[in-house]
């Protein structure tokens, strides 16, 4: 089986992209960072960071995965980076739970809400499932529950 981590917040035109692209061949400049096409050939893909070199917080990762622009980037005229490798919201969520958990061999512990597994979620001010692509790296964090146990609560703010 194939497993496959990607950093998707690399996954937009920057100023990194803009400096090797000039090297790629035409057919590798349209492939880069292929999360589709693994997703497609049936790979398990999983999500991470490179922090410190780039942002830890995940909601940014899942907007540059479907978006394939920088967070923010509401210009509905640019071009997506590569395009036909943006991928749903859902499959970025499970990248970044269930299939990191599997490839840690810890899908039986966590990665998912289900009895028996611990329990450790977040609840966000906004359902990034329906809001704006763009938006969704603006969502906030109200409460973290680990292990059943809230941990941060700023549910009093008002959501």
């Known amino acids: 089986e194939v497993c496959a981590n990607f950093s998707p917040l690399w996954c937009w035109y920057d100023e990194n992209i803009q400096r090797t692209d000039p090297y790629l061949e035409p057919e590798r400049r349209?492939?880069?960072?292929?999360?589709k096409n693994?997703?497609?050939?049936?790979?398990?893909?999983?999500?991470g960071s490179d922090w410190p070199v780039t942002t830890y917080r995940p909601l940014?990762?899942?907007?540059?995965?479907?978006?394939?622009k920088e967070p923010g980037n509401q210009d509905r005229s640019q071009e997506a980076f590569?395009?036909?490798?943006?991928?749903?919201?859902?499959?970025?969520?499970?990248?970044?739970?269930?299939s990191a958990a599997y490839v840690n061999h810890q899908e039986k512990i966590v990665g998912s809400l289900e009895e028996g597994k611990k329990a450790d979620f977040v609840i966000l001010d906004?359902?990034?499932?329906?809001?704006?692509?763009?938006?969704?790296?603006?969502?906030?964090?109200?409460?973290?529950?680990?292990?059943?146990?809230?941990?941060?609560?700023?549910?009093n703010d008002g959501i």
């Open 38 to 47: 693994m997703i497609k050939a049936g790979a398990t893909v999983t999500f």
């Open 60 to 68: 940014d990762g899942i907007e540059v995965a479907v978006t394939r």
């Open 30 to 35: 349209k492939v880069q960072y292929p999360i």
């Open 82 to 98: 590569c395009q036909d490798q943006c991928i749903s919201v859902e499959e970025a969520v499970l990248a970044y739970t269930i």
């Open 126 to 155: 906004k359902n990034i499932f329906s809001c704006e692509a763009w938006e969704i790296h603006n969502a906030k964090v109200k409460m973290t529950i680990l292990n059943g146990v809230v941990v941060y609560n700023s549910m």
